[in-house]
């Protein structure tokens, strides 16, 4: 008999193997080296409890005792304000600001055409030269500072990071103008916590 989430005393997170938002929630995780359970689950067939947690039975989907959460955002602050060390978003409002927008712009832009690639068909390949355009329209956000518009890595990172990731399996070569993308990226592959992120359908998205 599978315990229901509502009597755990252990953080839960309820995640699909694939799912980049799901990524972007363990990566908050890992990096805060925070314990938890993690229930994979089919996105086409959601467990009766996380539908009796999250009306949408949508992922990700983080349970801590009675409070249930399932904005992506929402749970990604949320972790930073629960475990505070290391923080992951810049003291200033102006700087946190920015961040959340940038945020915001990635789910909007890359994530959209990372969506039409993933369905497949015709449209596919127009979407990976719209994704491979604005990735490269961003270079200067990736030449600012070690990490993504931070000196240290925040809740962004975990965003772009499994973005950067996916792209071999996406089919998207950004070439020699796209180095300083890759070497972002491969400053956070090789983290210990990067790593511990991923299930192993992700880690298979890689040679």
């Known amino acids: 008999m599978v315990q229901s989430a ?43 409890d996380l539908l009796d947690l999250n009306p949408y039975g949508t992922t990700p989907t983080l349970v801590d005792r009675d409070l249930t959460l399932y904005d992506t955002a929402v749970v990604c602050e949320y972790l930073d304000e629960r475990y505070p060390h290391p923080p992951l978003m810049p003291i200033d409002p102006l700087s ?16 959209t055409e990372m969506d039409t690639i993933i369905a497949g068909g015709r449209p596919a390949d127009a979407a990976r030269k719209r994704l491979r355009q604005l990735l490269l329209s961003s270079l200067p956000l990736f030449k600012a ?6 000196p240290e890595m925040s ?9 950067i990731w996916r792209l071999p399996w996406l089919g998207v070569d950004l070439g020699r103008e796209g180095k300083p993308i890759v070497d972002y990226g491969e400053r956070i592959f090789h983290s210990q916590g990067f790593t511990r992120s991923m299930t192993a359908e992700e880690k298979a998205m890689r040679p």
Request: some cysteine; overall charge positive; glycine content about 2%.
């Open 145 to 150: 500072s070690k990490f993504f518009l931070n």
């Open 155 to 163: 809740l962004a990172d975990c965003l772009v990071a499994p973005v």
């Open 6 to 48: 509502r009597s755990r005393t252990v953080l839960t997170l309820y995640t699909t193997a694939e799912d980049i938002q799901c990524h972007r929630v363990r990566l908050v995780l890992a990096a805060k080296g925070v314990s938890y359970e993690r229930l994979l689950i089919d996105p086409n067939k959601p467990p009766e």
């Open 96 to 111: 946190r600001a920015r961040l959340r927008l940038a945020a915001v712009r990635i789910e909007l832009d890359w994530l």
